[in-house]
């Protein structure tokens, strides 16, 4: 349940400041041009001696229609026809890395985002994964973690049984908004029944998770016309469920500038819809992962949360921090080690590299001491609630409240205000610190200082 959840208005608006989502720290705003492919395949390499398990995410960046919302990458087209040698570029990036890596190390988790994966055809997903356990060591006893992200206008009961068939066994759903005023000012025309069928059809298919996602502050949004949403998404009964505060950037998401001003909620309505879905979900059973995210008790990140196992990456919450991610596809992001790297986000540059037989690697970073020593206390923060000074100061032979005294004050600020429990042992978040934890990762984080956090989404 969220009762270790406390709703504060006047906490909220004296922290609800922009920052960083933290699937990574350092984050990718601090990737630079000196990190290329040659730093990657050494990681690789160093994978492969450690024979460390896998996590693969393979972006598909079409999309058939514009959300008017979205700040992902993506290529908006009709014509189908370009997947083609898209694929055969994703391929060959699958024959270079694979190579390095060790057949024995397995793939514990796969996810297909984008844009819309399934704007591939049947055959040329069939293709695509054919091609990935060809190379990769793909599980076939249904073990692993195989998401794929859908949307509903994308997809129908054959598009489910192939994917359940080529071994995917979770699925996110898209859904955003339900009404239809909401739905036309974001070019996002989306029915009930559209999601009714998909949730279905994976119940049915024995998927082994379903999760949805919903988008708070959206244009012609009001508090009781999500509420409506909200229930009739309560209703369909998802193991998890994202409900993401929209950030509205137009200044660098051109799709947004479609979207006027006038519509968008006052601050004070997105609060009440924020206050009012906890409620709902409470009501109906679920409890609060963090970070936008919500999960029935059954759930394997609620046990994971419970058991200390709850991880956070680039792939989100996760069970699978340990494995090394691979991110295949334009913009992709990999995580190797103490390596973080991203293919480049240019489609014609990500499919000439391929074609010239080279990785696509365009920029990242190489962790030191310090980021590594700063990303264990915001990963414990951030999916654990507390964190214990001992484990830090052993693990990296520190002393905790030496190496963070300049934060010391502002820690202690957070305490009186009763966001954390701060004593010589620890920090503990309280439920009113719970939805501003980001701002509590935020002290810990070296790079924030003189740094334009207007690129970032607000904390609530």
């Not at 989502?21 to 395949?41: E, I, K, M, N, W």
């Not at 998770?209 to 998802?238: C, H, M, W």
């Not at 970073?365 to 964190?387: K, M, N, P, T």
């Amino acid at each position: 349940m969220l009762d270790d959840i406390r709703w504060d208005a006047g906490l909220i608006k004296r922290y609800d400041t922009p920052g960083p989502r933290y699937t990574s720290y350092p984050t990718a705003v601090q990737f630079d041009h000196r990190v290329g492919s040659f730093d990657l395949l050494h990681a690789l390499r160093e994978s492969r001696k450690a024979k460390r398990p896998l996590s693969l995410y393979v972006h598909v960046p079409f999309c058939a229609n514009i959300c008017y919302y979205c700040a992902c990458n993506k290529i908006i087209t009709k014509d189908r026809g370009r997947a083609l040698p898209y694929l055969e570029r994703l391929e060959r990036e699958i024959e270079l890395i694979a190579c390095h890596l060790d057949p024995g190390q397995k793939v514990e988790q796969l996810h297909f985002g984008g844009g819309t994966p399934t704007f591939l055809s049947h055959d040329e997903l069939r293709r695509l994964i054919g091609h990935l356990r060809k190379h990769f060591h793909l599980l076939d006893d249904d073990a692993g973690d195989y998401g794929i992200e859908i949307d509903p206008r994308e997809a129908d009961w054959s598009t489910m049984g192939l994917l359940r068939e080529l071994g995917f066994n979770r699925v996110s759903i898209g859904v955003q908004d339900l009404d239809p005023a909401v739905q036309r000012a974001v070019n996002r025309l989306q029915s009930l029944e559209e999601t009714r069928a998909i949730v279905e059809a994976a119940r049915t298919l024995q998927y082994r998770s379903v999760n949805l996602d919903l988008i708070y502050g959206l244009p012609k949004q009001t508090p009781d016309n999500f509420a409506r949403t909200v229930d009739e998404v309560i209703a369909l009964q998802p193991d998890r469920l994202s409900v993401f505060n929209y950030a509205h950037l137009p200044e660098r998401f051109m799709p947004q500038r479609r979207i006027r001003n006038e519509d968008l909620p006052a601050p004070a309505q997105k609060l009440e819809m924020l206050e009012r879905t906890i409620e709902q979900l409470s009501t109906a059973g679920y409890r609060y992962i963090g970070m936008d995210h919500f999960a029935l008790p059954d759930d394997e990140l609620a046990i994971a949360q419970e058991d200390g196992r709850l991880q956070r990456n680039f792939q989100g919450y996760t069970t699978h921090g340990h494995c090394d991610l691979i991110g295949l596809g334009v913009s992709a992001i990999s995580q190797v080690g103490d390596l973080y790297c991203q293919n480049s986000s240019q489609l014609l540059d990500y499919q000439a590299s391929l074609e010239q037989g080279l990785l696509a690697t365009a920029r990242g970073l190489v962790c030191d001491e310090d980021d590594r020593i700063r990303r264990a206390v915001i990963q414990q923060l951030i999916c654990e609630f507390e964190l214990e000074f001992a484990n830090i100061e052993t693990r990296f032979n520190i002393e905790f409240r030496g190496y963070f005294a300049t934060i010391w004050p502002q820690l202690q600020q957070m305490a009186n205000d009763r966001l954390i429990n701060l004593t010589e042992k620890g920090i503990d978040v309280l439920p009113s610190g719970r939805l501003l934890v980001r701002s509590l990762c935020m002290l810990f984080d070296h790079f924030l200082a003189g740094q334009n956090n207007q690129r970032y989404s607000r904390v609530i």
